[in-house]
């Protein structure tokens, strides 16, 4: 087929034809469940989890990862972190007239490599072609379900004492992604951390006991995913600012720049509230997977009732701050 | 809020959650089945249907309705015409810097009031906002999922002399989105026909025997849909030009600006290829529903076999030619 995507490709007539059996459909397969306007699928029993994503991330390509594979990962961990074990995924693309179709075929293989890592199927599609300087390059929405099974998360069981621990650093998504922008003039090693947590999240869930929640970090941060999770359990939560693992080149890169890590994004970190009992089985099990070799226990559940909902900070001085959302811009099209 | 979407907006940090609970929740709701970061809700049983979309329709309003409607009847209507009930759909917001808040609320306003009359939840969603320029005013995403019931079409029974059924006219959407550019000079009083058309298609099935298959008419219009639809199972359709329904002010326009309305797009219209038999029930059914007032026997299926996947058109004069998909550009951004 041609080089670029043309406006025809987006028509819905011979073009788009082409489109998707030449590029979608040789990296997604055919798909026996496909019927031509929706796929069918047998449903699950239980319980099931649906989530949306759109990706708008810039640039397309980034180290560790481009928008394809975080199309994947994002909306994988969305799931996974609400207690689910993912299984199909729908991926709808918006795309700008003159993009390159050697580019769309890397980004299309990289979802269905992250894809078959994480064992979801793409079941459905969509492509829109939009007119040149209507769209930057390419969008994708990726929208999935997963099946919740017997063994579930517990919010409702969250008490005084229970431990807050991070699967790993944090800010490395944010700091690979300003890198790559390089326009900020800034060299570093520092690699997306964008993975797919399902198979670690769901073992966790699988092989301990008192898991009472769990977040995945991304736009806003560490700071940002907390202070919803309190407002929304009714909880106030204090961190310990040293315990916080941060690469050493994040760290350096948030100097010079004037970034907290703390509301950097992430794209393969969850926090996970556990009974404090099983904190050290929690963290064993982390280690033993290289998605969570870095986990590390950050916090505490410091109270519970109707007026907590507070994020506090203990920084190495020992004095304590509190943490609100992030407020104001610090990147835009992170993710 | 402001009157106008900024980049923070889209930064998951304190705006982005004013957004969602100034104009999502307000015309969504909550949701009691809302954690964090993906719906729950229960399984249903048997199989279930997954579709999805992308909308970036020019102009965002027109006669007839506007992309938040629009992203609600079009996702409604590929699982409708699967075979299923409409039960979710998720709602991904791509939103350029700038844009007016009063326009995003009348947009989701819609959509909450097109899924209240389709009898769909929108239970999940996401924004984004990009930086002027990098995409043009909104995008939408929806992904609907749906239940097939025990009673479920049933494509492979399909044989000779089965019944072409059109719900009504075509080329509606087409002609008013093509007059609502403006720019075009053309006045006609044509309203879109974008509707949900769920309601008048479940019932069909559950009072009907004999539908093998149904199809909604989108980008590519009647023609497009039913070559996908002869290639997809091997048969061969001979339409008769004259039984088409068209409205005569979408065939002067055509006339005028030298478009076919076979290949016009449709919003609120669908095929269906019935047994014989059934083709005078279903055309009563059809007939007692608002948007089945104009529906029509506009052909047979000529033939099966391996060799078929032939759309063939019997025009006025009685030659008959074959039809093809739509191939080159005829109208960008239609849906």
Same mark, same amino acid.
């Given at each position: 087929m041609a080089g670029r995507i043309s406006l025809a490709h987006g028509e819905g007539g011979e073009l788009t034809h082409q489109l998707i059996q030449e590029v979608f459909i040789q990296s997604f397969g055919h798909g026996e469940q496909a019927r031509l306007d929706a796929a069918v699928i047998p449903c699950f029993s239980g319980k099931m989890a649906v989530t949306t994503d759109s990706y708008v991330v810039d640039? /397309?390509?980034f180290p560790g990862g481009n928008i394809g594979k975080l199309a994947v990962t994002g909306t994988v961990n969305d799931l996974a972190v609400t207690g689910a074990v993912p299984k199909v995924l729908t991926a709808g693309f918006m795309i700008e007239e003159g993009f390159p179709v050697s580019d769309l075929k890397k980004i299309v293989k990289s979802m269905a490599a992250e894809a078959e890592t994480a064992g979801v199927s793409i079941i459905a599609g969509d492509t829109k072609v939009v007119e040149r &300087?209507? $769209?930057?390059g390419i969008f994708i929405n990726t929208t999935g379900i997963g099946a919740i099974g017997e063994k579930d998360l517990n919010p409702a069981a969250v008490k005084k004492g229970d431990a807050v621990i991070i699967t790993g650093t944090i800010g490395d998504h944010g700091i690979a992604i300003l890198s790559a922008r390089q326009q900020l003039g800034l060299l570093t090693d520092i690699k997306s951390d964008? =993975?797919?947590l399902n198979t670690l999240l769901n073992q966790l869930i699988q092989q #301990?006991? &008192?898991?009472r929640v769990m977040r995945d970090l991304t736009r806003g941060g560490l700071a940002t995913g907390l202070v919803e999770l309190c407002e929304d359990f009714s909880i106030s939560i204090e961190l310990n600012e040293t315990s916080i693992p941060v690469h050493e080149e994040v760290e350096g890169a948030c100097e010079i720049l004037g970034f907290d890590p703390l509301y950097l994004a992430n794209e393969g970190k969850a926090v996970i509230i556990v009974d404090s009992k099983e904190a050290d089985k929690v963290l064993q099990l982390l280690h033993s997977h290289e998605f969570g070799?870095?986990? #590390? /226990?950050?916090? /505490? $559940? =410091?109270s519970i009732s109707e007026k907590a909902g507070k994020l506090k900070l203990k920084t190495p001085v020992n004095t304590t701050r509190r943490l609100t959302r992030l407020s104001g811009m610090l990147l835009p099209r992170i993710c």
């Open positions: 640039p /397309l390509f &300087g209507s $769209v930057d964008c =993975a797919s #301990t006991e &008192g898991i070799k870095n986990a #590390t /226990l950050i916090g /505490l $559940v =410091a």
